[in-house]
């Protein structure tokens, strides 16, 4: 997200000073964009202390930091994904519940928070008593993914195959997808296999394994080989429980990639009439909508994905609050 924002931001905002803090100093790379090395061990930690004091040094008129709060003496604006491990904290483990619970004390000192979706945004207002406003502003993909050059994962080559995109963890539904996945397998002529993307996360991160040769663990790629899997399957699943966005199939559908999705809020709002949509709790309406993909011929427009309309609201609404 930073780097998507910070470049944006720089573009369209020239005359404006830009100062970021990330641990790892190589990740940012932009002329008019001042990088610091987080002093600060975690993220909470840096947030609160670190960027007040970098505010201090540099003389900021606002800090805009993401998920934690920055206790600074200026207006401290924050981005928040969601507040899922508050409707459901049983998607979480112990630590990570441990580790969120400092948002929600940020989101009520903040002088304002962003989210990304309109769906999101009523939950927090739902379950963060105190907030004095949330705006949402959206998402789009990190501009290493749009501007890498398409590479195949080793060992896989063009073919028949449907991919699925995101952090392996318990909210993501993955065993209801590959049940649902190996149901219509069952009653497919020529099915595809399935390609499932992303690390390891969260709880029950480990408890999606496939008795089966159809399905293949790709883990973490990287921005080529996503891309590559994005213009070359026939199609994503994307089977959430819920989301604050869902950024996979916003991406997929920028490289002409059909998708299904779980038939909840926020996909609706974020993907609309452009996705093919299925009961995340239902093996037998995931198994469908994963034969529409199966049969698909990948004639779906691109659609450009940029983060400059999320940094035009973003600076409006900060421009408005100071």
């Known amino acids: 997200m930073i780097s998507g924002l910070l470049e944006a931001w720089s573009e369209y905002f020239p005359n404006d000073e830009l100062h ?3 641990k790892d100093r190589s990740a940012i790379d932009l002329p008019k964009v001042t990088v610091h090395e987080a ?14 004091e970098l505010a201090r040094n540099v003389g900021a008129e606002v800090v805009f930091s993401q998920n934690f709060w920055a206790r600074a003496k200026v207006p401290s604006f924050t981005f928040v994904h969601d507040v899922l491990f508050l409707s ?15 948002i929600p004390f940020g989101m009520q000192r903040a002088a304002g928070v962003f989210t990304s979706s309109a769906t999101e945004k009523r939950r927090m207002l739902d379950r963060v008593r ?9 998402l789009a993909s990190a501009p290493a993914l749009s501007k890498a050059e398409a590479v195949a994962p080793r060992g896989i080559t063009p073919g028949n195959f449907l991919i699925c995109v995101g952090r392996l963890n318990e909210r993501k539904n993955l065993r209801r997808v590959i049940a649902g996945f190996l149901r219509m397998r069952n009653e497919h002529t020529a099915a595809p296999s ?5 690390p390891a996360d969260g709880l029950k991160a480990n408890d999606f394994m496939a008795d089966s040769d159809a399905v293949r663990f790709l883990g973490p790629v990287s921005d080529g080989e996503l891309r590559w899997l994005y213009e070359n399957a026939r199609g994503l699943i994307f089977g959430s429980l819920d989301e604050g966005f869902g950024l996979p199939p916003v991406e997929a559908l920028s490289f002409g990639c059909p998708v299904a999705v779980s038939d909840i809020p926020v996909m609706h709002e974020v993907v ?3 996705a093919t949509y299925f009961d995340p709790r239902d093996i037998g309406s995931i198994a469908a909508s994963i034969s529409v993909l199966a049969d698909s011929s990948r004639e779906v427009p691109g659609r450009a994905l940029g983060w400059d309309s999320v940094v035009k609201r973003v600076r409006g609404v900060i421009c408005e609050k100071i």
Do not use: D, Q, T
Request: cysteine-free; charged content about 15%.
């Open 272 to 274: 609309g009439s452009a």
């Open 130 to 138: 105190g907030v004095r406003f949330v705006e949402s502003v959206g």
């Open 88 to 102: 459901n904290p049983e998607w979480f483990s112990w630590k990570e519940r441990l580790y969120f619970s400092l």
């Open 194 to 198: 399935l390609f499932v993307v992303g």
């Open 39 to 52: 002093r600060w061990p975690l993220h909470p930690l840096n947030n609160l202390f670190g960027l007040k």
């Open 20 to 22: 970021v803090v990330v």
